[in-house]
């Protein structure tokens, strides 16, 4: 009886000691986030991570999934990196998404939707 007790007692201990196991080795930039998610511009989605944590200096994400809902064909991201790259533009047509890594830190941000007929909308920029 007693060799039971003391076994599920080490089996408690060693179950106690993985999860906390886990919980410590989270990356830091899952506890210190630095990404920035855009307001949604019609349908259109986009955030930026300055500190992904994927040894990517920064992040970049656009979803043009919705945009159609609202007589668009796409959406867009204008940013500017933080070391001269100057402007660069993400652009993603309906009803795709995607990411990239860049170089350096983003600067500044704008998410756009557009269509084929030529028209956009732009929401406002977002420096970081």
């Known amino acids: 009886m007693a ?10 201990f060693v179950a106690a000691t993985a999860v906390a ?14 990404a920035y998610n855009f307001p949604h511009i019609f349908g259109a989605q986009a955030q930026v991570d300055n500190n992904p ?20 064909d796409a959406a867009y991201l204008d940013y ?3 070391d ?13 998404a995607q990411a990239i890594n860049v170089p350096a830190d983003v600067y500044s941000g ?3 939707v ?8 732009c929401g406002a920029t977002r420096y970081f």
Do not use: D, E, H
Not at 53 to 72: D, F, K, L, S
């Open 3 to 12: 060799t039971k007790t003391l076994f599920k007692k080490a089996v408690a």
């Open 21 to 34: 196991g886990m919980i410590s080795a989270q990356p830091a930039s899952a506890t210190a986030s630095t």
């Open 53 to 72: 944590g994927n040894g990517a200096p920064g992040w970049i994400w656009v979803n043009a999934a919705g945009v159609r809902a609202y007589g668009y």
């Open 80 to 82: 500017v990196l933080k």
């Open 84 to 96: 001269g790259y100057g402007f660069s533009r993400l652009y993603v047509g309906y009803p795709a």
């Open 110 to 112: 704008q998410l756009c």
């Open 114 to 121: 557009a269509n084929n007929a030529g028209g956009s909308y």
